[in-house]
């Protein structure tokens, strides 16, 4: 089954400690992205790589870091979370086209709070 | 970066009413996209648009992409109860550095009465 795979699902944690949200898609998708879902702003953009070694900054970077050694693999780093980093967050991928990257299969979300 | 404003924020409407919904943006898109999130699920792309001035279908769901390339709605008829959830535009910018990025809207969110 094609699907995007996101862990953990939810998480507590506290100011400082540092945490990694794995993301794994088995579709061979060139692109992925993440994003962070907050009450009236809607999806925000953190990160997106185009493919292996490629990696950019979105909207809202500040705070995270990325890799993407491996084609199905996307994880997002906070190195050191603060309150304001509560959120659900979700990771997508699609395929890379001359449509562009917009249609994306997203994963099922993380709701991480820091305390 | 750039934004989206999508409107209305929330609706509440009876079943078998229709529905509509827009989003606009101050700056130019090559690609409108509509997407759907259901309750504790990521969201789930219901129709895309490539072309000024494109209309597509999907079942009963009808969407447009605005002549401008800075607009875009979504029609929603004969609304049952599983459309309920949070609707999402988004736009994609034309390649060069932002290739890559898709700015979100807002959401709206429908709630439908049986």
């Known amino acids: 089954e094609a699907q995007v795979t996101q862990n953990p699902r939810y998480l507590i944690t506290v100011t400082g400690k540092k945490l990694t949200v794995t993301c794994s898609q088995n579709?061979?998708?060139?692109?992925m992205s993440w994003y962070r879902q907050d009450p009236g702003l809607g999806l925000r953009q953190i990160y997106y790589?185009?493919?292996?070694?490629?990696?950019d900054k979105g909207d809202v970077p500040e705070g995270y870091k990325v890799s993407r050694k491996e084609k199905r693999n996307f994880p997002l780093i906070l190195e050191s979370p603060s309150p304001n980093q509560t959120s659900l967050y979700f990771c997508?991928?699609?395929?890379?086209?001359?449509?562009?990257?917009?249609?994306?299969?997203f994963g099922e979300g993380s709701r991480l709070t820091v305390l | 970066g750039q934004q989206l404003n999508q409107s209305p924020q929330s609706m509440f409407i009876q079943e078998g009413e229709d529905v509509s919904m827009n989003c606009t943006s101050s700056?130019?898109?090559?690609?409108w996209l509509w997407y759907k999130q259901d309750p504790g699920e990521g969201p789930v792309l219901l129709i895309a648009?490539?072309?000024?001035?494109e209309l597509t279908s999907n079942g009963r769901l009808t969407a447009q992409f605005g002549i401008t390339r800075k607009d875009s709605f979504l029609n929603i008829s004969a609304s049952i109860p599983s459309d309920v959830g949070i609707y999402f535009c988004?736009?994609?910018?034309?390649?060069?550095?932002?290739?890559?990025?898709?700015?979100f809207g807002q959401g709206t969110i429908l709630t439908v009465h049986p």
């Open positions: 579709m061979n998708h060139e692109y």
């Open positions: 648009l490539y072309k000024a001035g």
């Open positions: 997508a991928s699609s395929l890379l086209s001359q449509r562009g990257t917009g249609e994306l299969f």
């Open positions: 790589s185009m493919n292996v070694e490629v990696t």
């Open positions: 700056s130019i898109f090559n690609t």
């Open positions: 988004a736009g994609q910018p034309a390649g060069g550095t932002s290739y890559g990025k898709l700015t």
